[in-house]
């Protein structure tokens, strides 16, 4: 079936760098944009960003503009999403998700179990 | 950016009755060049990733209960269950996805009464 299966939880410290990722499998990989959103907790989603179904190129939210790196590896059907700079504010659930079509303007209807990225000193 | 709010901010309603979630968004979200309306209901459990219920504002995703309905055009949109059951309690998120940044609500925490 059709499933995204994300990266064990992290812990890191104030200033560091995760790289979560997400593997896809069930439908054919490079046909798919791929979404991050993330989640504190207790709180509502937050848009991240969005990788094209090449890997060629990614639109990131202006909040995460210069800390967020998103790439994938077509082999693996993998996508990743690095961000940098981590500060306590960056404690989050982080999904991945994916539209319900080939296209990027679409509702998400397949989510990875999400991972959990923990800053603190 | 497109901001999305809720109404009410929690609800708590009897089972077997109606439950109604209300969404506004700053700006429309329906295309003129298709007439399509960018805009998607979901519903998180604890401890669960979220799962798409209604999409296009009205349509309703594969396998969700017909209890389940969306309305609404333009700015203003409504998801309403009827008769409540129990495993509805959740918390529920309206979306745009018009354009970039794919802004949520801020959710809608639903309980039985």
């Known amino acids: 079936q059709v499933q995204l299966v994300q990266s064990g939880a992290e812990v890191k410290k104030p200033g560091a760098s995760v790289k979560v990722s997400c593997k896809a499998s069930g439908y054919p990989f490079t046909s798919y944009y791929m979404h991050w959103v993330r989640q504190a907790p207790g709180q509502g989603f937050e848009w991240m960003g969005i990788m094209n179904p090449g890997g060629t190129s990614a639109n990131y939210a202006q909040k995460f503009q210069g800390r967020v790196i998103m790439t994938r590896d077509t082999s693996t059907s993998t996508v990743y999403m690095e961000l940098s700079a981590l500060r306590s504010e960056d404690t989050a659930l982080y999904y991945c998700?994916?539209?319900?079509?080939?296209?990027?303007?679409?509702?998400?209807?397949?989510w990875g179990q999400g991972t959990m990225v923990t800053v603190s000193s | 950016d497109i901001v999305m709010t809720q109404s009410p901010d929690s609800l708590a309603v009897s089972l077997g009755e109606r439950a109604t979630i209300n969404c506004k968004s700053s700006q429309s979200v329906l295309s003129s060049s298709n007439n399509k309306i960018y805009f998607a209901w979901y519903q998180q459990k604890p401890g669960q990733p979220p799962k798409l219920l209604i999409y296009?504002?009205?349509t309703r995703e594969s396998g969700v209960p017909d209890r389940f309905s969306g309305s609404g055009s333009g700015t203003d949109f409504t998801l309403t269950i009827n008769s409540l059951q129990a495993e509805d309690v959740a918390v529920y998120y309206c979306q745009q996805y018009y354009s970039s940044p794919y802004t949520f609500g801020q959710g809608t925490k639903l309980e039985i009464k």
């Open positions: 296009w504002a009205s």
């Open positions: 998700a994916r539209p319900r079509l080939p296209g990027p303007d679409d509702a998400f209807n397949i």
